[in-house]
Nanobody, 125 residues
Framework: QVQLVESGGGLVQAGDSLRLSCAAS????????MGWFRQAPGKEREFVAA????????SSADSVKGRFTISRDNAKRTVYLQMNNLRPEDTAVYYC??????????????????WGQGTQVTVSS
C-alpha cells in the first residue's frame, strides 16, 4: 500500500506559478513510477506529467509542455509538479498517482494503482 497526499494548490492569476507536492508513505517510494493527472468540472481525468522510478525520464502532455515540470526526490518520498505561466484552462483538481509496475514514465490512468485525494488549482484570467 502507498498513501499519497497532495498539497500546494490554490487560487492564482493567469501567468503565475505554483508548485504542487505529493508526499508518499507506505512502501518504498523509489519502487513506484509517479504521475500527475487533473480533472476539470464536467471533464474526464487527464494525463499531465509522469516520471520514472529513478527520476531520469519524464513525459508530459502537449498542453503543458514547456510550462510544467515534474520531478521527484526519492529521499524525501515526494514528487513535485512545478507549474509556470498558468492559464485559466489549467483550472482543475490535480491528482498524484503511483504505479506499482513499470519503470515509467507512464501516461495512462490504468497504469496507476494508488491515488491521492487531489488538490484544487484555480487560475483566474
Amino acid at each position: 500500500q502507498v498513501q499519497l497526499v497532495e498539497s500546494g494548490g490554490g487560487l492564482v492569476q493567469a501567468g503565475d506559478s505554483l508548485r504542487l507536492s505529493c508526499a508518499a508513505s507506505g512502501r518504498t517510494f523509489s519502487n513506484f513510477a509517479m504521475g500527475w493527472f487533473r480533472q476539470a468540472p464536467g471533464k474526464e481525468r487527464e494525463f499531465v506529467a509522469a516520471i520514472s522510478r529513478s527520476g531520469v525520464s519524464t513525459s508530459s502532455a502537449d498542453s503543458v509542455k514547456g510550462r510544467f515540470t515534474i520531478s521527484r526526490d526519492n529521499a524525501k518520498r515526494t514528487v513535485y509538479l512545478q507549474m509556470n505561466n498558468l492559464r485559466p484552462e489549467d483550472t482543475a483538481v490535480y491528482y498524484c498517482a503511483a504505479a506499482g509496475s513499470g519503470l515509467g514514465p507512464l501516461p495512462l490512468l490504468t497504469h496507476y494503482n494508488y491515488w491521492g485525494q487531489g488538490t484544487q488549482v484555480t487560475v483566474s484570467s
